[in-house]
């Protein structure tokens, strides 16, 4: 019998398969049960979970299963009702990203982590990504000196045909790959966030229950530097996933969607001579996410992603969407802002 830490994953559609691939190449963590609300998904579960149980109802397999660990991989809106329940039933969490669709959400997703002494976690994968990881280099090394602006984009917008276009289901198109653009931008300047505002813009001939068609939040930061955070979703141009600018450099990645494998930073020597360098990605690392989960399990060393640094990504969109509707004004944002 397998002295492995028991888990389950709910939802299994999509991206939950990964989940559980990683889980079990630990190899310190058992999938034991599945769950998705289409009885359809047994087959996969079968395949790519053998020896699981499936069940289509996540408050019975919580009943049933003494478990360790559960992987939330729902559409957005049910992230906090499921973590919710899972912590109260005295399992550890991970939500997918973002966090919830609302920050009162996380709030209440947090005090049931604390009442039941359990851990709640969020997939922010993308902090192992290396693009990120040579760029907060940099950022680290003084190259660029003081960081005072930050801007980060993509083009991207789900469609209708699926969940995650819609504002009900998904939160809104900011909290999709927005969610992993903000948490590079807070960790870039690494300050408390002083106040936000935002720009949306729906297209009016369009349901008004999809997601937005543009999104724009600026992060006003305490140590005095911005944050200009965009997802284009009707833009044609390509975008520029980081230009980061400080009083001594800049650099500038210019993504494309895989097509580049380093970034351009340019800075000056000690003696003012300006100098150009390319900088190769660091190497990804999806998988020390999941070797972090199992050390946190057995007590061997905390979650690397903390629940209020997810919080504080919704508490951020929150914001922007009041002050959008207060037309565009800096707002304090409702938690403490604290630093990821």
């Given at each position: 019998m397998s002295n492995n830490?028991?888990?389950?994953v709910i939802g299994i559609g999509g991206i939950g398969k990964w989940h559980g691939q990683m889980m079990r190449d630990t190899k310190r963590i058992?999938?034991?049960?599945?769950?998705?609300?289409n009885p359809a998904m047994e087959a996969v579960?079968?395949?790519?979970?053998?020896?699981?149980?499936?069940?289509?109802?996540?408050?019975t397999m919580l009943a049933k299963e003494p478990l360790d660990l559960v992987a939330v991989v729902t559409p957005h809106n049910l992230h906090a009702p499921i973590a919710i329940a899972a912590l109260e039933a005295g399992t550890n969490v991970i939500v997918e990203k973002p966090m919830a669709t609302s920050y009162a959400d996380c709030v209440a997703m947090m005090a049931a982590a604390e009442r039941g002494g359990r851990f709640l976690t969020v997939f922010h994968n993308r902090r192992l990504d290396g693009w990120y990881l040579s760029a907060k280099r940099v950022i680290d090394d003084g190259l660029l000196g003081n960081l005072f602006e930050i801007n980060i984009g993509i083009n991207f917008r789900p469609g209708p045909n699926t969940w995650r276009g819609w504002k009900a289901t998904n939160g809104g198109l900011m909290f999709d790959w927005g969610a992993h653009l903000v948490d590079y931008a807070l960790h870039f300047a690494d300050s408390p966030v002083r106040g936000v505002s935002g720009y949306f813009y729906r297209n009016p001939a369009l349901d008004s229950g999809l997601n937005e068609d543009h999104g724009s939040i600026r992060i006003f930061f305490e140590n005095g530097a911005i944050a200009n955070v965009t997802n284009y979703g009707t833009n044609r141009a390509e975008v520029r996933r980081y230009h980061?600018?400080?009083?001594?450099?800049?650099?500038?990645?210019?993504?494309?969607?895989?097509?580049?494998?380093?970034?351009?930073?340019?800075?000056?020597?000690?003696g003012g001579q300006p100098v150009t360098m390319t900088v190769p990605y660091a190497k990804t690392l999806p998988q020390k996410y999941y070797d972090n989960i199992a050390a946190a399990l057995y007590g061997e060393e905390p979650v690397m992603v903390s629940a209020a640094s997810s919080a504080r990504i919704i508490d951020i969109f929150c914001t922007a969407e009041r002050s959008h509707a207060q037309g565009g004004a800096v707002l304090p944002m409702e938690g403490i802002g604290v630093k990821a």
């Open positions: 830490k028991r888990a389950a058992d999938v034991v049960a599945a769950c998705d609300a579960a079968e395949e790519q979970f053998p020896g699981a149980v499936f069940y289509t109802d996540f408050e980061l600018i400080g009083d001594r450099g800049s650099l500038v990645d210019d993504w494309n969607w895989g097509e580049s494998d380093s970034m351009t930073v340019y800075t000056a020597l000690s």
